[in-house]
């Protein structure tokens, strides 16, 4: 059921420009955002040891949660663009503690308040494209949207494992970060003044939940997508320390994997997303990466060998799956809602939060019975329960 996207006729800019002015403000967002996520983890174990670094991201996750479920009225009230503004501001502030403070707890406070405001930007930035979105076009939108975002993934680890450069001086990244920012602001400030938001839905937290559980495939939806951001930020926190620590790879050699890993986002999704506007159906493609990705990581508790190519390729592999199971999300998703249902786009983007929750919690747990190896065949078991929602999803087409 494809929802109608008319509330882009209010905005004068032309539909095209401002998708193409989104992508590039969503480039620079997500550079901000990874120029420091490879390094996060190892930043803060300067200061904590790895179950209270596991502990600082389910806090993240939790303020992340509690601002999505506040965010709808704020918008309401100043409107999406200036809340991106607002948001940037206070980001960079934030960041801005993250390279002063020496005090752990201040370290920590700026941590997780940093981690749910990105999230926020990324909502806003999501109302943005929703409201400029043809609805017949969904699926070519999101896929070069999602792959403009995924190309700064691929660069991104590169800069922040340049900027440590062979030390423990993780802060580099978080000025490179802070200065993306500024970019960010002038581009969105002066693009979008005359931006007309829709008339967004206000719900109350019980009509929300109604609003959202009445529609089991959405309910599958962000069943599926859970796993794939548990996955996702299982792997973003202890890939690299896994990599560095155990199997003896300079952060040099782990910026090289990472590269090579990070190249399936950008290089199939805009593909993909255009097969599901023109011939196949989400659930069919999302399936099969689902399968793909739980299966090549079950693989990796099985791969020991010190040899950056080898690595590489097996993670590239783990990501084929999730760039195609990612993309078929967004667009199933972005196909069935309307820019006006700000509360169920913040459902959608809980699961990420709630994602660096369970993530760590995996971690946590795990941890005490398994080894770190072995918890790739964990995370790869648990990737695998995603085939029940993605293959019983109503298709749009």
């Not at 560095?244 to 952060?251: E, M, P, R």
């Not at 999704?269 to 599901?276: D, V």
Request: charged letters at 10%; glycine letters at 6%; one cysteine or more.
């Amino acid at each position: 059921m494809t929802t109608n996207h008319g509330t882009a006729a209010k905005n004068t800019m032309p539909k095209a420009h401002a998708v193409y002015t989104i992508a590039i403000i969503g480039f620079i967002y997500t550079l901000h955002l990874v120029i420091p996520m490879y390094s996060n983890s190892s930043f803060l174990e300067l200061f904590a040891d790895e179950r209270t670094v596991g502990f600082i991201y389910m806090a993240g996750a939790a303020v992340t949660i509690f601002g999505f479920l506040l965010a709808p009225p704020f918008i309401r009230r100043l409107g999406n663009y200036r809340t991106a503004l607002w948001l940037i501001i206070i980001q960079a502030i934030l960041f801005y503690g993250l390279i002063t403070a020496s005090s752990p707890e201040i370290i920590a406070a700026c941590f997780i308040l940093q981690t749910a405001t990105i999230a926020l930007i990324g909502l806003c930035l999501d109302i943005f494209l929703e409201v400029y979105t043809d609805g017949r076009s969904v699926g070519t939108v999101r896929g070069l949207y999602t792959a403009t975002l995924n190309a700064s993934w691929v660069v991104a680890p590169l800069i922040g494992t340049m900027l440590i450069n062979g030390t423990n001086n993780y802060k580099n990244t978080y000025i490179a970060a802070l200065a993306m920012l500024l970019p960010l602001l002038y581009l969105i400030y002066r693009n979008f003044p005359r931006f007309k938001d829709p008339n967004y839905t206000h719900l109350s937290p019980h009509q929300l939940v109604k609003h959202v559980s009445n529609n089991t495939n959405w309910i599958k939806l962000f069943s599926a997508n859970t796993i794939l951001q548990t996955f996702y930020a299982w792997m973003t926190v202890y890939t690299p320390i896994y990599l560095h620590q155990i199997i003896g790879f300079s952060w040099e050699e782990i910026g090289i994997i990472l590269i090579v890993m990070l190249l399936p986002f950008p290089l199939i999704q805009y593909p993909l997303g255009k097969l599901a506007d023109k011939k196949y159906g989400e659930k069919e493609i999302m399936s099969v990466g689902f399968a793909l990705m739980g299966l090549s990581t079950v693989g990796l508790a099985f791969l020991t060998a010190h040899n950056v190519m080898i690595w590489a390729l097996a993670l590239a592999l783990t990501r084929i799956g999730a760039a195609a199971a990612e993309i078929m999300m967004e667009t199933y998703f972005f196909k069935t809602v309307s820019p006006r249902d700000s509360a169920a786009l913040g459902v959608f983007r809980i699961t990420r939060p709630v994602s660096y929750f369970t993530g760590p919690l995996v971690g946590i747990i795990g941890l005490l019975f398994l080894s770190s190896q072995w918890m790739f065949a964990v995370v790869g078991v648990i990737s695998l329960f995603a085939l029940i929602p993605s293959m019983t999803i109503r298709d749009t087409n």
